[in-house]
């Protein structure tokens, strides 16, 4: 081996050595675990456990509460991150734009919500939408809506907590769409006044076609992100009301680490992965093939 | 439309949204420093009648959120320090030093960033328990040290700094350890406060695997404390609004003084490789 192979090892040692130990063993770990009855006698002496092959998985798919927190956690994700990615690109478009003055300052309010910690903003927002008196009613209420119960009410609980995730994500997206408008000549915007497109047809025909990739990666990012859910509903409804806001990372965490289940939990998990990957899969396929 | 009323119209919209944005944060504030109650009267109160730091008093003394924020503190700067160090030797190999099988693993890395996280918690904390760190800040702290997302922005830097540089100092008979040290890590100090940044940031607002690991209050980080202690006292807004000051202003700080080199990072995270 050169001296710089060998100086290549050491230098790789401690992170590859922390990344494999500490991520990659405790995912193929996790499917492994899946297949185990490992719960709460397990952890008291090793030797309960058994093997039962894909009966986490069967259990599973017989279920209520875990097809309601996948089709929270996937109407989540794809309600959510479209609009937000909208949203990104509306605010990316209005402090990109040639009139705007004060560039900097919008652009970096519009991003402070995405540094902001989870759960402290998560308790922020449940205040705000408390049904007596919370700020959302009582602005509603002056122009005559009646109270509504924003995180009681099955029908809104989701609804509001996507308006949260909306607040404090679009920035992120907003920062990456400018970055991608910025990579647009002018000579291809010149190109297409000279052949008589008027703004809208400019922004379809030539802004979109070239943002294409930052779609695609913010896109993956989000998807990604919001199909993580937990945070938002631990602090504010703890899944309820009724389950509606019950996602699949709070199911895996209530079965694995507050009921031991962790055979159970890693199933769920796993199932997650699967989910996670299909996302990610379907966007590579739809933007390739478009 | 001409362009003054343009230039309105898009200004108009720019300040509803800057309003919308910042309103959930502003109130956070204000009703921070009200007495217990005044944010709850009607009609509603935007701004203090008579501003008071009660909230604050109670979280340290009777609450002892101080030891939160030193927690906080302490996991989030070890994390900052020994994932710039690792990850930037590791990206540094990956980028300059010539081995067999570099692009192999370097990719296998790279199908890691679509693994969400939480599939290999369980086993994790399981792994945590064998090692008698459940309940240590180590525990919190070691599986942050290094991570790919720090590998892959430390390598897509380095891949611009100039081969005759390395082969200059390796002329004339320095180290590797040397060049590394000497020569890499000062020319690459921007990205290394972009990593430091998001490094500290992420993990001072992480609250998953601290809620996991930590199972103490002693050892509690804020998001961890926050989130118990909202449980406690649903009715003291004030209060909460308080903790959550606490818990955000401290980043956000952070993220006005560091946009520079925040952005820098987000930036380059979303070059694909």
């Known amino acids: 081996m050169s001296a710089e192979a060998r100086a290549a090892m050491l230098f790789l040692a401690p992170a590859l ?155 992120y997206s907003m920062i990456i769409f400018i970055a991608g408008l910025q990579t647009i000549s002018d000579e291809l915007y010149e190109a297409a006044r000279i052949d008589g497109a008027g703004p809208w047809r400019q922004f379809r025909h030539v802004t979109l076609p070239m943002l294409a990739p930052t779609f695609l990666f913010v896109g993956i990012v989000t998807a990604i992100g919001y199909l993580q859910l937990f945070a938002e509903p631990y602090v504010m409804t703890q899944g309820g009301p009724l389950n509606h806001t019950l996602s699949a990372v709070m199911l895996m965490y209530q079965q694995g680490f507050k009921f031991w289940r962790m055979g159970y939990a890693a199933a769920v998990a796993f199932v997650l992965f699967l989910v996670v990957g299909s996302a990610t899969l379907v966007q590579l396929r739809f933007q390739r093939s478009r | 439309m001409n362009r003054t009323l343009k230039s309105f119209l898009l200004h108009a919209a720019l300040i509803v949204g800057a309003a919308l944005t910042l309103f959930p944060l502003f109130w956070m504030l204000s009703a921070s420093f009200m007495a217990n109650g005044e944010a709850t009267q009607f009609p509603p109160h935007l701004i203090p009648h008579a501003a008071t730091l009660d909230q604050y008093r109670q979280l340290f003394t009777r609450l002892n959120l101080g030891r939160a924020f030193f927690s906080s503190a302490f996991v989030a700067s070890m994390v900052t320090i020994f994932s710039v160090l690792f990850n930037s030797m590791a990206g540094y190999a990956f980028a300059k030093l010539r081995f067999g099988g570099r692009d192999r693993i370097f990719g296998l890395l790279l199908a890691a960033l679509v693994i969400p996280p939480q599939v290999g918690m369980l086993p994790l904390f399981l792994l945590m328990k064998q090692l008698h760190l459940v309940n240590s800040y180590w525990g919190a702290i070691i599986p942050s040290l290094a991570t790919v997302f720090g590998v892959f922005l430390i390598r897509q830097f380095m891949l611009d700094v100039p081969q005759e540089l390395l082969e200059a100092a390796r002329l004339d008979g320095a180290s590797e350890l040397r060049i590394y040290w000497s020569v890499v890590l000062p020319l690459a100090r921007p990205i290394l406060a972009t990593l430091a940044t998001f490094m500290f940031m992420s993990t001072w607002n992480d609250f998953m695997w601290p809620l996991i690991i930590l199972s103490d209050q002693s050892h509690y980080t804020l998001p961890v404390a926050l989130a118990n202690l909202s449980g406690e006292h649903v009715q003291d807004l004030e209060l909460m609004m308080a903790g959550s000051v606490v818990t955000v202003l401290p980043v956000l700080m952070l993220f006005v003084f560091l946009q520079r080199y925040y952005i820098a990072g987000l930036m380059a995270g979303s070059v694909k490789g």
């Not at chain 1, 297949?35 to 069967?58: A, W």
Request: charged letters at 10%; aromatic letters at 18%; proline letters at 4%.
């Open chain 1, 17 to 171: 050595l922390l990344i494999f130990l500490f991520f990659f063993a405790p995912v193929v770990a996790g499917f492994a675990l899946s297949l185990t009855d490992f719960d709460l006698y397990s952890i008291g002496d090793i030797h309960n456990l058994r093997f039962v092959g894909l009966h986490n998985y069967r259990e599973l798919t017989g279920s209520s509460i875990f097809w309601q927190a996948f089709f929270n956690t996937l109407l989540f994700a794809a309600a959510g991150g479209p609009l937000t990615v909208l949203g990104s690109l509306v605010s990316a478009l209005l402090v990109n734009a040639k009139l705007t003055r004060w560039k900097a300052m919008f652009r970096t309010i519009y991003f402070a919500p995405v540094v902001t910690t989870l759960v402290a903003v998560s308790i922020v927002f449940k205040y705000l939408y408390h049904p007596r008196f919370g700020v959302i009613n009582r602005a509603l209420s002056v122009v005559g809506v009646p109270a509504i119960d924003w995180l009681g009410d099955p029908h809104w609980a989701l609804f509001s907590i996507i308006i949260l995730a909306i607040w404090r994500q679009f920035g």
